[in-house]
């Protein structure tokens, strides 16, 4: 626990009782799993966003930025310092006389709601993102995508808060996106992701809401529902983690409550009562088989972070 009573103060008098001290952080992730938060405030706007982790930065408490826990493993022990649960959604829609439409959102954003929104009002191009769980602020870090597409497809520039604390626009091409990875990425927890600007296309409504429900239909059938981090592994080059998994014959394999999903082998669940630590020696367990069996190292495409006893 952070022993800083100036900083708690400070933060008491700008966000009220929206300030709260060892918030338990499975509450808050996909696989709900995740002990405490030392200190836990949800902010609803970009403003509230850049004063909270100025605030933290000033007084040296370390930040974390929470989405929607879509990509994480957070350890039984929690997070030290501020996790800050983003929850700034504003959208600004282009006007329909725009000929290259471009809408822009704050970084807490939900994606497959934005998906559906954008459908609703002819624009195209965020089709992928309806099954793919989180915001836009983790969307930009990961370089989330499915179906051939993502986030770099359709990401003009993002405004982001640098280290030295300077609200700054970059370009697409600053990010240096790979599969699931970005510059964001490799410099963790340095640049927080406030906005964003995507580039659509206008289309029939029905031909892209046609599209969204045929994705959310391919998932439902491929996926299995729960309490997962979706797919766990990056898939090796010309091969796929779940198929790699399967062959390995671990497909039902548990660690106590950690489960690898009989349904899709790339998927981890949490069948109830699993421990963050069950789930670290599942990912283990099923690394070291696949390395044994057939000689390839399988990346983790989720996060493992916080503490684990
Ligand atoms: C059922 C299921 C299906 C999934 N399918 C897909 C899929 O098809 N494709 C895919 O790519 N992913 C998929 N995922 C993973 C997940 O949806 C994505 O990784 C998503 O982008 C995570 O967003 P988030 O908001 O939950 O980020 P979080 O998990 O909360 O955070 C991820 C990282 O981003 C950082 N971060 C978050 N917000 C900010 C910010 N504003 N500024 C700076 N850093 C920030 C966090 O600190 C953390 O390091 C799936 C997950 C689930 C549970």
Known sequence: MIDSTLFLAELNVVFGDRVSLNEPLARHTTARLGGPADVWLPVNSVNELVQAVTIARRFEIPVFMLGSGANLLIGDGGIRGM????????ITFPG????????????GVILPSLARRCAQRGLSGLEWAVGVPGTIGGAV???????????AANLVRAELLSPEGRRVWQ?????????????LKRESRTWIVLQAELLLAWEPVTRIVAQLNAFNERRKSTQPPGATMGSMFKNP???FAGRLIDAAGLKGTQVGQAQVSPLHANFFQNLGDATAADMLALIRLVQAEVQKKFEVTLELEIEVVGEFN
């Open 141 to 151: 870090t990961n370089n989330a995508g499915a179906y051939g597409s993502d986030m």
């Open 237 to 239: 080059p010309d091969d």
């Open 96 to 107: 329909t006389d725009a000929e290259a439409p471009v809408v822009r959102v704050e970084s």
């Open 83 to 90: 996790v800050i649960a983003n929850r700034a959604m504003h």
């Open 171 to 183: 370009p697409v091409g600053w990010f240096e996106y790979g599969y699931r990875s970005s510059r």
